[in-house]
């Protein structure tokens, strides 16, 4: 037993991660807060919070509610944009031995445009699109939910972009392995999932929406199960990476993910309670093929089936 | 006299990375270069004068 360290390097699209634990885009900044409580090169990749080609504001507070294991979020996608993101966010991340991975948004696929092109001329490692941002020319509907769309993005932004693209699919749809071959067939090289379930918390004793916006994101713990299904569903309907996300607390929690299929995965809402998430997460699965005797992280993928 | 105000709003991460907890300020914040201070990294107390109450 003693001296068995198994490997945990795994690889999405020609990246090499030293271990298979990411951040939730929205959840982490771009790592300059949680910088003061780890070390960041302790981590896979830091994936950052989305970025437009201009600052957004987000949306009216209150922007956030709990929710039982979990909650709901609608912050709006406030961001500094691409400007103040390159000049000082992905400077203060190069410090860091850890892959770096751009979350994009836009309301339009020329914003999202303006961004991968901005993103070519730097060094992040990948992309992550985040196509459940409104998309103005089609009223406003999520660009994630019509698998038209999403080929569509895709092959613009492929078309672009420098990095490996990653697209992040919403699970507020009916069904996911429509939305993944969508994706690979515009080309993505790879997606990541779930992103936030819709929802909606009403203040009973004010007799009010709990949230500004009236609906917001639910995550944490609660939509684990809904995750679980949408990663193993969508990589027997692909065949580019899986990378799985949804209510992640610990190794154990991970590892589900990483049977169902996901060659890397996403700690988000768990950073909240506890700013070491990520990387317990990344501990945890290290433990766990310890205690398995398994010598490589990779062995473990997509094994139920 | 100077007037301070101390700001609350609800937080989830509780360090200024979520940017759950923004109130409006009358001049464009150092985070995002809009006009959303976070209560809990750039507050809760603020100089009254740049708290946008509307």
Same mark, same amino acid.
């Given at each position: 037993?003693?001296?068995?360290?198994? /490997?945990?390097?795994?690889?999405?699209?020609?990246?090499?991660? /030293?271990?298979?634990?990411?951040?939730?885009?929205?959840?982490?900044?771009?790592?300059?807060?949680?910088?003061?409580?780890?070390?960041?090169?302790?981590?896979?990749?830091?994936?950052?919070?989305?970025?437009?080609?201009?600052?957004?504001?987000?949306?009216?507070?209150?922007?956030?509610?709990?929710?039982?294991?979990?909650?709901?979020?609608?912050?709006?996608?406030?961001?500094?944009?691409?400007?103040?993101?390159?000049?000082?966010?992905?400077?203060?991340?190069?410090?860091?031995?850890?892959?770096?991975?751009?979350?994009?948004?836009?309301?339009?696929?020329?914003?999202?445009?303006?961004?991968?092109?901005?993103?070519?001329?730097?060094?992040?490692?990948?992309?992550?699109?985040?196509?459940?941002?409104?998309?103005?020319?089609?009223?406003?509907?999520?660009?994630?939910?019509?698998?038209?769309?999403?080929?569509?993005?895709?092959?613009?932004?492929?078309?672009?972009?420098?990095?490996?693209?990653?697209?992040?699919?919403?699970?507020?749809?009916?069904?996911? /392995?429509?939305?993944?071959?969508?994706?690979?067939?515009?080309?993505?090289?790879?997606?990541?999932?779930?992103?936030?379930?819709?929802?909606?918390?009403?203040?009973?004793?004010?007799?009010?929406?709990?949230?500004?916006?009236?609906?917001?994101?639910?995550?944490?713990?609660?939509?684990?199960?809904?995750?679980?299904?949408?990663?193993?569903?969508?990589?027997?309907?692909?065949?580019?990476?899986?990378?799985?996300?949804?209510?992640?607390?610990?190794?154990?929690?991970?590892?589900?993910?990483?049977?169902?299929?996901?060659?890397?995965?996403?700690?988000?809402?768990?950073?909240?309670?506890?700013?070491?998430?990520?990387?317990?997460?990344?501990?945890?699965?290290?433990?766990?093929?310890?205690?398995?005797?398994?010598?490589?992280?990779?062995?473990?993928?997509?094994?139920?089936? | 006299?100077?007037?301070?105000?101390?700001?609350?709003?609800?937080?989830?991460?509780?360090?200024?990375?979520?940017?759950?907890?923004?109130?409006?300020?009358?001049?464009?914040?150092?985070?995002?270069?809009? /006009?959303?201070?976070?209560?809990?990294?750039?507050?809760?107390?603020?100089?009254?004068?740049?708290?946008?109450?509307?």
């Amino acid at each position: 037993m003693s001296g068995f360290e198994p /490997k945990t390097e795994v690889n999405i699209a020609g990246v090499t991660l /030293k271990n298979p634990v990411m951040t939730a885009s929205g959840t982490f900044g771009s790592g300059m807060e949680y910088g003061e409580f780890f070390d960041l090169s302790k981590l896979g990749a830091v994936v950052t919070k989305g970025v437009a080609d201009v600052p957004w504001p987000g949306n009216p507070t209150p922007r956030i509610a709990e929710t039982a294991s979990g909650m709901l979020n609608a912050i709006g996608l406030q961001n500094p944009g691409i400007d103040v993101f390159i000049s000082r966010d992905l400077p203060y991340l190069a410090k860091y031995d850890t892959k770096v991975i751009v979350n994009v948004c836009g309301h339009s696929e020329e914003e999202y445009l303006n961004v991968v092109r901005r993103l070519a001329e730097t060094d992040a490692d990948m992309l992550e699109i985040n196509i459940s941002c409104p998309n103005v020319k089609e009223g406003g509907i999520a660009f994630g939910t019509d698998p038209k769309a999403v080929e569509a993005i895709t092959k613009a932004v492929k078309r672009e972009a420098k990095q490996p693209v990653i697209m992040k699919l919403s699970p507020n749809v009916t069904d996911i /392995k429509v939305m993944a071959r969508a994706a690979e067939a515009g080309g993505a090289d790879a997606i990541s999932l779930i992103n936030t379930l819709t929802g909606m918390k009403i203040d009973i004793e004010r007799g009010k929406f709990a949230l500004a916006n009236r609906t917001g994101g639910l995550s944490g713990p609660a939509i684990k199960p809904v995750a679980v299904r949408m990663v193993y569903e969508a990589s027997h309907a692909v065949s580019i990476p899986v990378i799985g996300m949804g209510g992640i607390t610990s190794g154990e929690d991970a590892v589900e993910f990483l049977m169902a299929g996901a060659r890397a995965v996403s700690v988000g809402t768990a950073n909240f309670r506890d700013p070491l998430a990520s990387l317990k997460v990344a501990e945890g699965i290290r433990d766990f093929l310890v205690r398995k005797q398994i010598s490589d992280v990779n062995d473990i993928v997509g094994i139920v089936s | 006299m100077p007037l301070y105000i101390s700001m609350e709003e609800r937080m989830a991460c509780g360090i200024g990375a979520c940017l759950a907890c923004v109130c409006k300020t009358t001049e464009e914040d150092g985070h995002s270069h809009v /006009k959303n201070a976070r209560i809990c990294k750039d507050g809760p107390v603020f100089p009254a004068k740049e708290a946008d109450l509307t």
